[in-house]
């Protein structure tokens, strides 16, 4: 076995994220990512200040927020365009030691992929698990080219993760979260907006802006499991937001129906019993696919990666002479598990209780919602932002210093 052989299995944005910490460790990393190319799905992604420090301990910190588009002060508004509650961009980037930052997918993958080695990454190779291993055995893949082992492998293969299923097959999987999205990104409109998040019965409209002169727009609504629009899903948005205020109708009318993007989603209510196996570990969807009421999916990935690497350590057999610690997957896989399991468990558990707070359907209970978020935000403002509390104010483990 080569021992500081790492094998990455895909390349979205806890796959690339995880390649890189574990690069600038000195591990030999291969992602091997199953899609022909590494673009991805045309959609932005908003990312709090939790994530961008785990960016800052792999030095992207500062690319990212140079190309993503600070969040700004917007609100949450009624369909009408009533303003239920301001959000205070200062306050919440004094509160949590940060800006969000908003950038599109396709930037964030690019700047991941820059930072690792010409050839790191291999597209259109699938792979499975053959063997997870053990502290004396390596890990095992089936991979285009034949079996490979390694030392670590990191299994990133998102929300329908078929190595969760393989290390966890007594594990109940995803379950449907009654709901469907819709994602766009297109040209701002012309008459200005302030970003927004408008909450609706039982359906809910997003809009922020990017950097570059775009913006990303994001839907939500209760629906049956695999439903599609007979015609189409700009028909589909038409239908459900063309009522609602400046600039839902607006952006609806410059979108491209090939460009909607639709996703139902599933969560993983039921944590898995640990996010390891041998010497193979979970982050991402594949560990704890979440609800994405409050954005926190992708930065989850990242801080997984970030604190995996962390606990993997320095790749054992790169520096032979300095007698670096050997690693041990049972105690480093252990030690990620110990870290992420319960802070993730807890946010998919607060994210199901938003998603089912912003899902609320029947005009009583929407009417109640409405005036608690007013009144929440009349008399306490930093009420919301408490909300992220625990979350967005997090921060990546220190190595510890070596002693003398
Ligand atoms: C509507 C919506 C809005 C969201 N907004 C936000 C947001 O603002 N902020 C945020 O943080 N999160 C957000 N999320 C969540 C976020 O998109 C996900 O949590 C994040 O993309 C997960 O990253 P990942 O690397 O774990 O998985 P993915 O990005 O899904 O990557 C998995 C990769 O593995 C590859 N793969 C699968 N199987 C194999 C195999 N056998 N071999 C090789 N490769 C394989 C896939 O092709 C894919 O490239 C949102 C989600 C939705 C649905």
């Not at 590494?38 to 800052?56: E, F, H, T, Y």
């Not at 990666?305 to 057999?317: K, N």
Request: aromatic letters at 4%.
């Amino acid at each position: 076995m080569e021992q500081h052989r790492a094998v990455v299995v895909g390349a979205g944005i806890g796959g690339l994220t995880a390649a890189v910490a574990l690069h600038l460790k000195g591990w030999q990393v291969t992602v091997l990512e199953r899609a022909a190319d590494l673009a991805p799905v045309g959609a932005g992604i908003g990312l709090a200040p939790n994530s961008q420090r785990a960016l800052d301990v792999i030095g992207l910190g500062d690319r990212v927020r140079d190309l993503a588009a600070w969040q700004g002060d917007g609100g949450m508004r009624a369909p009408g365009g009533r303003w239920l509650a301001r959000t205070d961009a200062k306050a919440a980037a004094a509160r949590f030691g940060g800006p969000l930052v908003l950038l599109h997918r396709a930037t964030l993958v690019e700047i991941l992929a820059s930072a690792l080695p010409d050839g790191a990454v291999r597209t259109g190779a699938a792979a499975t698990i053959v063997d997870p291993g053990d502290d004396r055995r390596p890990a095992r893949l089936a991979t285009p080219d034949g079996e490979i082992e390694a030392a670590l492998v990191v299994a990133a293969d998102g929300i329908r993760s078929a190595t969760r299923h393989t290390l966890f097959p007594e594990h109940p999987g995803l379950r449907y979260a009654g709901c469907t999205t819709w994602r766009v990104v297109v040209p701002a409109p012309e008459r200005p907006f302030a970003p927004h998040e408008t909450w609706g019965a039982g359906r809910l409209w997003g809009t922020q802006p990017l950097k570059d002169g775009r913006i990303y727009a994001y839907a939500m609504a209760t629906a049956p499991a695999g439903g599609r629009a007979a015609d189409d899903e700009r028909a589909e948005l038409l239908r459900l937001f063309g009522d609602w205020h400046h600039p839902v109708p607006e952006i609806l009318s410059a979108v491209d129906p090939d460009q909607v993007l639709r996703h139902d989603v599933h969560h993983l209510p039921d944590p898995l019993p640990a996010f390891h196996r041998g010497r193979v570990a979970l982050l991402g969807d594949a560990a704890h696919a979440m609800m994405p009421s409050l954005g926190q999916g992708g930065n989850q990935a990242i801080e997984d990666a970030v604190v995996l690497a962390h606990h993997a350590g320095p790749a054992p057999a790169v520096h032979p002479t300095r007698a670096a610690p050997g690693f041990l997957p049972s105690r480093a896989l252990a030690a990620y598990t110990g870290d992420r399991l319960p802070r993730t468990t807890a946010i998919v558990r607060k994210a199901a209780r938003t998603g089912a707070l912003t899902m609320l359907a029947a005009r009583p209970a929407v009417a109640l919602r409405s005036t608690l978020v007013g009144a929440v935000s009349r008399f306490g403002p930093g009420l919301v932002l408490r909300g992220f509390d625990g979350i967005a104010d997090w921060h990546p483990p220190v190595a510890p210093a070596r002693s003398a």
